[in-house]
């Protein structure tokens, strides 16, 4: 073994956010599949074997679609939406299959070494509520089964949700602490997925170029607005000087993985002085894991830190506007919020819908990706990359999506139609994150497993392999436009002026009879033989049913909530 190194963070800094380790929380979050055929029992066998069969038919390290089915014995639709799931949690924008437009995706194919890392943490295994104090850490994963499944099966995706309460629930510290116990845990294997072996005897016979270890960025970075723009390798003291116009000198991995191990037991322990005053106390308002008290106005809701996602948690009987100024990161999380409406006019990379009801959420332009997870009649309505729907229940989506809907889990009575809407800055903030308006796959949803092996919560265990139940095409006739208001005037002008995702024919048909319906019915009001008191009667009658309606709808609301901002 070589000399011991030191870990990034010393005593005196390990405080220092900046300094310390963390796990990329996009792999965990959205690059989970629910193919059974790509979770091993022991995948350090089953993948570096893998890693030099696909290397040796590909010159390149890069493999299409192609190669991953024949490798994996998968269909190719499923080494599709592998390709497409790497490349929306990759961590390099740079690599050619992030780069890549949808439709070239598989011309651009992956690297090799970041699709064994990728179908290595397929066996991670999502972190439970907590029904005791013991840190989160302790709770590792594959393939640990509740003690609740045959119980919270029973329920519908919200009430399991509501059968938890929020003391219970993870923060985003105890899933970070799990996501970082993961990776510790198996830190060895995937340094040796990454690893040449030279010649020699026992660990030292395998090394790490800097190019290898690079693609350990793809599950960790430092500092707290992670390594965008920052190569992982200048944070490794035996590379941090490296001369990038000569050959770097490979490392041995055995000195890779103690380096990274002392890193991240730094952070474990950070992690846990985080987390343990406020075990057994209050949450507070500046802490970043519990987002702020409810409120009519947006300045008021939700919360966010430099580091992770922006939240906007627990909204109930209210409307909410956030643009691109109210957010601190690219990412938002919507948890637990209830007859509402929600509106996030903003470019984002990735966006997760938890736990909410009876709602109407409009998500700006998302990037990467959306996942929708254990909702109830909940509307939907994003122009996205690609969008994951999970455990919910009598929920409608309307989309412009560049990837096919993925429908994963226990669902029912799900609908989907083309995107319904606009804002003057959609278009621009669609350019900016990547959407691209001619292409939209909203109407070819792909329902993989009913049991989503990585989640206890969402199934019993021992269910046989079953598909999920798909979503049905909304009716043309029953297609209406979302109109979101422009509360702000002048101050948020763009140059969009309507839809900018075609419609269908049918979809468009039934629009322009609704048009002419509505247009045959002014005119007739207009034209109708009644005297002006009648005509004043008349209108009076419309405008108190109207008012009877949006009482009834709770659409009353969003008048006075936006009104007052």
Known sequence: MSDPIEPATTSS??????????????????????????????????????????????????????????ALQISIDQAKLVLDTLASVLHSESDPLVKAKPDGIDEAGADVHDLVLFLYIQSYKKLLPRTHKDSAAVADVWPSTSAFDGYLSALSPLQLVRSNSRRFMPSQADEEAHQLSYLQKHLANLVSLLAEPVEGDGEESLVLTMEKFEHLGFLLHFGDKGSEGNLFSQRAPFFANSDPDMPDVPVPAAQVHDWVLQNIGSSLEHISERISPKENGPPSSSDQDVPMADACTSSNKGSSSVRGPSFIEGISKSS????????????????????????????????????????????????????????????????????CIANCRECMFFLGVNQR???????????????????????????????????????????????????????????????????????????????????YGGESQGSTKDN?????????????????????????????????????????????????????SGNIRQLYCLQGE
């Open 500 to 552: 900018p995702f075609p419609l269908p024919d049918a979809y468009m048909a039934s629009q322009h009879r609704n048009q002419n319906n509505l247009g045959e019915v002014k005119q007739l009001l207009k034209e109708a033989p009644l005297e002006e008191n009648r005509k004043r009667e008349l209108s009076t009658a419309l405008h108190v049913y109207f008012k009877d309606w949006l009482y009834a």
């Open 320 to 387: 909410l506007v956030k643009q691109s100024s109210d957010l601190k990161g690219s990412s938002v999380k919507v948890l637990n919020c209830h007859d509402s409406v929600i509106y996030i006019l903003a470019p984002l990379r990735y966006a997760t819908v938890y736990g909410c009801s009876d709602a109407t959420i409009v998500l700006g332009a998302v990037g990467k990706a959306v996942r929708i997870e254990h909702c109830e009649r909940v509307h939907v309505i994003t122009a996205a990359n690609r969008i």
């Open 13 to 70: 800094s390990a405080k220092d956010p900046a300094l310390l380790i963390h796990p990329r929380r996009e792999p965990f979050e959205h690059g989970l599949l629910p193919i059974p055929k790509l979770i091993f029992t022991d995948p350090t066998q089953t993948l570096i074997p893998l890693k030099q069969k696909l290397i040796e038919k590909s010159p390149s390290h890069r493999v299409d679609s192609a190669a991953i089915s024949e």
């Open 405 to 487: 809907p993925l429908i994963v889990g226990d669902n029912h009575k799900l609908q989907v139609a083309p995107y319904n809407t606009f804002y003057s800055q959609l278009e621009e903030h669609m350019k900016e994150v990547g959407v691209d308006a001619t292409i939209n796959r909203w109407d070819e949803p792909l329902p993989l497993g009913a049991v989503d092996p990585h989640d206890s919560l969402s199934h019993p265990a021992g269910v046989s392999e079953a598909q999920a139940e798909s979503a049905a095409h909304l009716d043309p006739d029953q297609f209406t436009n979302f109109l979101i208001p422009n509360w």
